[in-house]
């Protein structure tokens, strides 16, 4: 099932989510290693040259991502999920999607800013144009701080996202976790009704 249904999450969800989660996360972890003082420079040059193709990729996702978001329809939540945790999933999805293409947006930014005037290579096969933005170290130190501290904030909300989906399949052991793993997982529990949960899906996927 490519497309998300009343109550699962399609494919193209779910390898979008997981495949933009460890980009932001490998990102996140290689922006650490590469500013390591005492590194040799060429490694260096070749972490930033990498970090930066992995975040236009993430960037490129991420819009896809939310475009996906808005068009498509949104899986209701389980039974077990309460409203007031409807509404800070549903806040902390947003800010997520909206951190996934912010984040990276200044990471070019910092690129186009920096008095280095440095090319962007996309893994070695294009130059990715600088944004028209002033060449300062001014301008260059602000981009540096805000995508500082939206890797910080996304670091944040992604470990409070995984903290809850791991307490609804451990504490809750509701389908929270386990319908964002592939598509079509039967609700824990289910019996019967999981048949007839079944049969709703497929007809709504088929008035689609």
Do not use: C
């Amino acid at each position: 099932m490519l497309r998300n249904s009343e109550t699962r999450f399609g494919l193209v969800t779910i390898v979008l989510h997981w495949t933009i989660g460890l980009l932001i996360l490998g990102l996140l972890l290689l922006g650490f290693i590469m500013r390591r003082t005492g590194i040799d420079p060429a490694l260096q040059f070749a972490l930033y040259q990498w970090h930066k193709s992995f975040g236009f990729a993430a960037l490129g996702l991420a819009l896809i991502r939310a475009i996906w978001w808005l068009v498509e329809r949104t899986p209701s939540p389980p039974a077990s999920v309460s409203p007031l945790e409807r509404k800070a999933a549903r806040l902390t999805h947003d800010v997520l999607i909206v951190l996934g293409i912010v984040m990276p947006f200044t990471g070019w930014a910092v690129a186009s800013a920096s008095t280095l005037n440095i090319p962007s290579f996309f893994f070695n096969m294009i130059v990715i144009p600088h944004l028209p933005l002033a060449r300062s170290e001014t301008s260059e130190n602000f981009w540096t701080f805000a995508h500082a501290l939206l890797a910080y904030v996304t670091l944040a909300l992604v470990a409070i996202h995984a903290a809850a989906a791991l307490f609804h399949h451990f504490k809750r052991g509701d389908e929270v976790l386990t319908r964002m793993l592939r598509p079509g997982v039967r609700p824990v529990g289910a019996g019967s009704g999981g048949t007839s949960v079944r049969k709703r899906d497929d007809a709504a996927v088929g008035r689609k």
